[in-house]
């Protein structure tokens, strides 16, 4: 089982709402990420959480704060967003996994939000 | 710097063979992925590779020159829904924590 769920799936919100996505995953994976992606481009990571900690922000603005209240659990909380905001916001979990070929970490994407700030 | 390319559209036919290239410039390297992305859905992993050689999974495969900096991907025996984006990614593991340094992407359009 390789699932990542999000909710919602789609997200409208003015300029000055307060909205939250939610990611979870079941399979135990120890680091989990947010990735933001506009169309036509690669996903930019946002975020990487380790073992519920906060390991790397990429220099993301304060008006996107992330929270991970336990090992299965990722939120994204946004707030005063623009409309340049506006893309697909995908979570990702990994596990490392020690092999004689070295450290594999696949990353599982869920299926993503897409968010509209208008 | 991290520099990852790919060409940006291909086009094929239904039931041939397709060839994605990657050439990667990167200060870490611990594996390459290719991943799968249909339009407006997550990404989907379809292949690893970390020694020189080639992958076969099923229609896919993959091959990896670690000296050359350089990945393809084969798409065999094409179908309609092999019409995708794929992702080349190099997985940069610094300390406690991995990261995916993407391509930007081969839109892959096959046609009947």
């Known amino acids: 089982d390789t699932e990542v769920t999000q909710t919602p799936k789609h997200l409208v919100m003015g300029m000055t709402n307060k909205k939250s996505l939610k990611c979870e995953q079941h399979?135990?994976?120890?680091?989990m990420y947010w990735y933001k992606q506009k169309a036509k481009k690669p996903p930019e990571l946002m975020f990487v959480?380790?073992?519920?900690?906060?390991?790397i922000n990429e220099s993301v603005p304060s008006r996107f704060s992330p929270e991970c209240p336990n090992s299965s659990l990722l939120n994204l909380h946004l707030h005063a967003l623009q409309p340049e905001d506006s893309a697909l916001y995908l979570c990702?979990?990994?596990?490392?996994?020690?092999?004689?070929?070295?450290?594999?970490?696949?990353?599982?994407f869920g299926p993503g939000t897409r968010l509209l700030v208008l | 710097g991290q520099n990852i390319d790919q060409p940006t559209e291909m086009t094929a036919t239904e039931g041939a063979i397709v060839q994605i290239n990657c050439t990667y410039q990167?200060?870490?390297?611990?594996?390459l992925f290719w991943y799968q992305q249909h339009a407006g859905e997550a990404p989907t992993f379809l292949s690893y590779?970390?020694?020189?050689g080639l992958e076969e999974k099923g229609r896919f495969s993959s091959f990896l020159s670690r000296s050359k900096g350089y990945s393809y991907l084969l798409l065999k025996e094409l179908q309609m829904k092999d019409s995708a984006s794929y992702l080349c990614a190099v997985q940069d593991l610094g300390g406690a924590t991995n990261k995916l340094i993407f391509g930007t992407g081969t839109l892959l359009a096959v046609q009947p």
């Open positions: 399979m135990g994976h120890r680091a």
């Open positions: 590779n970390v020694l020189d």
């Open positions: 959480y380790s073992y519920e900690k906060l390991s």
């Open positions: 990702a979990s990994s596990q490392r996994r020690d092999s004689v070929f070295g450290d594999q970490e696949t990353q599982y």
């Open positions: 990167t200060s870490g390297f611990n594996g």
